[in-house]
């Protein structure tokens, strides 16, 4: 207890003698989410990380939420306190084997879901998150074939809500298609009256069962709202922090304890108070690559 509160002191400190501003996923530690200046889903971070006037941005998330920042606002000091805080998902499209994929559907428009490296968003037509998916897709003229990268668990969700056939990539979230239907049916057993929140990176028969499907953000949104006071949650166990804190009243149950991402959980409060004393690590992107990388996510937050 005193240990993070000192932290946390000398965090809000460094803060301000380095003017940054601290950008949390909701997957982070809860105390690593008290620090913070915002704390939102990869949509909400992307557009704080394109608009902020801070000089420094400490990115508690993974790498590829990082580079994007880095890609928005070049001219400031990104920095990722834990550097290998990587996404596995994002591991499983690299540019060379996008590359090859395009040659053979030359027509196709590529939507990268923002968990993608530079190099990857680089090749890569528009790009999405899981809040504005449906959108983007919706976005692309209909005669355009699309091949849609890396996450098929949400690619296959947009294809249904869209009726649009796509081209799926062969990628998951670890933490996400770990989710069994078993496990939502016993939870749904011992918690009868309890909603089902599902985030879309889980699979397909997953989703089915689920009462309300959206990014970490909307699904918070949408427990605030219900007029219900149980919730089984398909998503990372990060979120119940904020669930417990913007939902007075109610109770959250984890689908499965195995809803925790290594990545996520390795930044600690430690580490962001190091990386604002030493102003290290810093994710920079190339400037070719930032500039083909940028075009993607620009793109992205021009579709309202
Ligand atoms: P969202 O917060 O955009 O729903 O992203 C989920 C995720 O897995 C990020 O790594
Ligand atoms: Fe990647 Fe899944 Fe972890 Fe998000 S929760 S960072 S998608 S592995």
Known sequence: ?????????????????????????????????????????SLELSRRAATTDADVIVFCGVHFMAESAAILSPDKVILLPEENAGCPMA???????????????????????????????????ICCTSANAVKIVQSIPEDKPIIFIPDKNLGAYVANKTARPM?????????????????VMKAKETYPEALVLIHPECRPEVVALADYVSST???????????????????????????????????????????VCPNMKATT?????????????????????????LACLDRMLAVQ
């Open 91 to 125: 591991d499983m499209v690299t540019a060379e084997e996008l590359f090859i994929k395009k040659k053979e559907m030359p027509e196709a428009i590529v939507v990268a879901y923002v968990n993608t490296s530079a190099e990857v968003k680089a090749e890569s037509d």
């Open 217 to 259: 953000t909307g699904l918070i949104k949408f427990a605030k709202e219900s007029s219900a006071k149980k919730f089984i949650i398909g998503t990372e166990a990060g979120i119940l922090h904020q669930l417990y804190k913007q939902c007075p009243g109610k109770e959250f149950y984890l689908a499965t304890k195995r809803l």
């Open 1 to 41: 207890e005193d240990k993070i509160s000192q932290l946390t002191e000398d965090i809000k400190r460094l803060k301000k003698e380095r003017n940054a501003i601290i950008l949390a996923h909701v997957y982070q530690r809860p105390e690593v989410q008290e620090v913070a200046d915002i704390i939102g889903d």
């Open 167 to 183: 081209t799926l990539w062969e990628g998951w979230c670890n933490t996400h298609d770990w989710v069994t239907t078993e496990e």
């Open 269 to 293: 409060l430690d580490k962001v108070k190091e990386a604002l004393d030493n102003m290290q690590p810093q994710i920079t992107v190339a400037a070719d690559i930032r500039e083909k990388a």
